[in-house]
């Protein structure tokens, strides 16, 4: 790639490392050839990686890194930065190299984007500068795992049939909002009380999520009757928790100052990412037979996805008062342009129906239920 006159894209290359090592020397090569005149011009750069066998693997990864833009897009490196992580978010190497880059009129690449000393660094590029972010291979192929369509689901139970079937209603019931759009390979049941400290079922769950790069839904890590609490002491496999006592709501709240006469409120309460959803009801009459639909949808790798369909039925809403819908995921949810549809039969018997769609949490946390007027025919 070179510029508009011609000349090869210069480049501020800018590395990053953990705080407790040694900024190294990168010797660099620069491959020429010859342009019209018969004049030699350089033609790209790169880091001479054979000769860094003692460089450490978060270095060298970026290297590689670095070398393969550089020899895709044709650049030439007029300035080499490294920054030591130390976890206090200065980065006074940075300016440099955003400083040498203004002077030289070049891109900034910046080697990685993986946390160091607990910092990730995505910077965007402004005052007319471009910066280039690269990806670490590594948390690249973590983040697609953590996005996969398959899942594994890991329930637990009690040897006790009564309590167990009470039990596991609750997980499947919690982990069935969580599959809109995933694909379950195969569910594990782990009954407690445990012999001893190993979980067989858990293990398989497990090496199914490595092999098939799945993510794995628990069911709870409440204590299930007079056990303990289960702790995941596992890191390699990104894994979501569906039910803690702590995502209990009210089922109703009391509203303060609706300001529409049908509306979704997104709760205070934050718990793991999760906030609780309410449909509120400031009309002035009772709504009854009330359904709550919602549905999702996004592009995720240039392909069209939606949410598995969600529906909540509930029998009467008073007015001034807001009904528990669901368990928002900020994380997830806040991904999606969501679309509910709201239907309801007010005390004279007229149906209505509103829609609204949302795409996060909005900033004062309501959004109106629009177009709330009776359906007709």
């Known amino acids: 790639m070179r510029n508009h006159d011609g000349k090869p894209m210069k480049v501020v290359v800018y590395f990053r490392q953990a705080g407790g090592a040694v900024a190294e020397t990168y010797p660099l090569i620069?491959?020429?050839?010859?342009?019209?005149?018969?004049?030699?011009?350089?033609l790209f750069s790169q880091f001479d990686t054979d000769g860094m066998s003692d460089a450490g693997p978060d270095i060298l990864v970026q290297l590689h890194s670095a070398n393969r833009w550089l020899k895709e897009k044709r650049g030439v490196v007029v300035a080499i930065f490294t920054e030591l992580e130390d976890g206090s978010g200065r980065r006074p190497s940075y300016g440099a190299a955003r400083k040498a880059a203004g002077r030289e009129r070049a891109t900034v690449l910046i080697a990685?984007?993986?946390?160091?000393?607990?910092q990730r660094f995505s910077p965007i590029s402004q005052d007319g500068?471009?910066?280039i972010r690269l990806e670490d291979p590594e948390e690249a192929a973590r983040d697609k795992w953590a996005r996969s369509k398959n899942v594994v689901v890991y329930l637990r139970a009690l040897s006790n049939p009564v309590e167990a079937q009470a039990i596991l209603?609750?997980?499947q019931r919690e982990i069935g909002k969580m599959l809109r759009s995933a694909n379950v390979l195969a569910e594990f049941v782990e009954t407690e009380p445990l012999a001893s400290a190993e979980?067989?079922?858990?293990?398989?769950?497990l090496a199914l999520c490595r092999e098939q790069k799945a993510r794995l839904f628990i069911g709870t890590t409440d204590a299930v009757g007079n056990g303990e609490a289960f702790m995941p002491d596992f890191t390699?496999?990104?894994?979501?928790?569906?039910?803690?006592?702590?995502?209990?709501w009210p089922e109703t709240i009391p509203l303060m100052n609706c300001p529409f006469p049908v509306a979704l409120y997104f709760g205070k309460q934050w718990t793991h990412g999760y906030v609780p959803l309410y449909l509120a009801n400031a009309t002035g009459s009772e709504l009854f037979e009330v359904e709550v639909s919602g549905i999702g949808t996004t592009v995720i790798?240039?392909?069209?996805?939606?949410?598995?369909?969600s529906k909540k039925d509930i029998d009467c809403v008073s007015s001034g008062t807001g009904r528990l819908i669901e368990a928002y995921d900020v994380y997830f949810d806040g991904d999606f342009l969501v679309f509910y549809t709201v239907e309801a039969r007010a005390s004279d018997g007229t149906r209505y129906?509103?829609?609204?769609?949302t795409k996060g949490v909005p900033g004062n946390r309501w959004l109106r239920i629009d177009h709330w007027k009776p359906i007709s025919g």
């Open 169 to 171: 209603e609750k997980q």
């Open 301 to 309: 790798d240039r392909e069209h996805v939606e949410t598995t369909p």
């Open 199 to 205: 979980r067989p079922q858990l293990e398989q769950a």
């Open 236 to 248: 390699d496999v990104p894994y979501e928790v569906a039910y803690r006592k702590a995502y209990e």
């Open 112 to 118: 990685t984007t993986k946390a160091f000393a607990g």
């Open 30 to 42: 620069t491959h020429w050839a010859e342009d019209e005149a018969e004049q030699p011009v350089p």
């Open 129 to 131: 500068l471009e910066v």
């Open 353 to 357: 129906r509103g829609q609204a769609a």
